[in-house]
């Protein structure tokens, strides 16, 4: 157990519609970090937030974008769905600081038809 | 773009150590290796990270090259719940890249 929690863990959408999706970071943690995973392949960084501040970001468009709160849980929110948005997304907590540990939850299935 | 190679599939007997390698050859003086794996499309599990010397924990060792250009993954005693994905990654900002990782399987 990690202490990241992730919700929903499963959804469903229509391509054209909007979805956000929430993620809990460990106690302690002040960075959430969002990844897509498309099946088969290995996750993809989409951006990190830092005190409530984008703080870097990946190659992914605008419609994909974020927010952290006071209390360092993130939220990812995607609007104008396309298809090839359906994959697993994941979020990682962490401190702001590269030699120490990240640590993701489970992770949100999105599917969209 | 991920700063890593690795194999793209091992397998390891039960009960016998993996080691599993990672050529990460451009890196440089701050940036860590940090290994994490999946299992079964489940978020990816932190194991160990390291800088430039050996680490060890509960779960696994971490051998880096002095020159730092490639490191090692022990999982000294593998059982068939060590079958996974195993991600090997180059941490210099604050984000990680992911490559395509090692397909590890146990045989009994």
């Known amino acids: 157990e990690t202490g990241v929690t992730q919700s929903p863990t499963h959804l469903i959408k229509t391509r054209g519609q909007q979805v956000t999706l929430r993620c809990s970071s460990q106690s302690g943690h002040n960075t959430v970090s969002w990844y897509q995973q498309a099946l088969g392949q290995g996750p993809q960084f989409i951006f990190q937030?830092?005190?409530?501040?984008?703080?870097g970001r990946g190659n992914f468009p605008p419609r994909f974008s974020g927010l952290q709160f006071p209390n360092y849980s993130s939220e990812l929110n995607v609007n104008a769905l396309e298809l090839d948005d359906s994959a697993l997304y994941l979020c990682?907590?962490?401190?702001?600081?590269?030699?120490?540990?990240?640590?993701f939850g489970q992770g949100t299935r999105l599917t969209v038809v | 773009d991920a700063k890593t190679t690795q194999p793209p599939s091992m397998d390891c007997a039960e009960g016998r150590a993996a080691n599993l390698p990672c050529n990460h050859s451009?890196?440089?003086?701050?940036?860590?290796v940090y290994w994490y794996r999946q299992i079964h499309s489940q978020g990816p599990q932190y194991i160990i990270h390291?800088?430039?010397n050996n680490e060890t924990n509960e779960m696994a060792s971490l051998i880096i090259t002095e020159d730092r250009k490639s490191s090692t993954l022990i999982l000294p005693h593998a059982t068939l719940r060590d079958t996974a994905v195993y991600y090997c990654?180059?941490?210099?900002?604050?984000?990680?890249?992911f490559g395509a990782g090692t397909r590890l399987t146990v045989k009994p």
């Open positions: 990682a907590s962490s401190l702001l600081y590269r030699g120490t540990e990240a640590f």
């Open positions: 390291g800088l430039k």
């Open positions: 937030y830092y005190r409530e501040e984008e703080n």
């Open positions: 451009t890196i440089s003086g701050n940036e860590y």
């Open positions: 990654i180059v941490r210099g900002g604050d984000d990680m890249r």
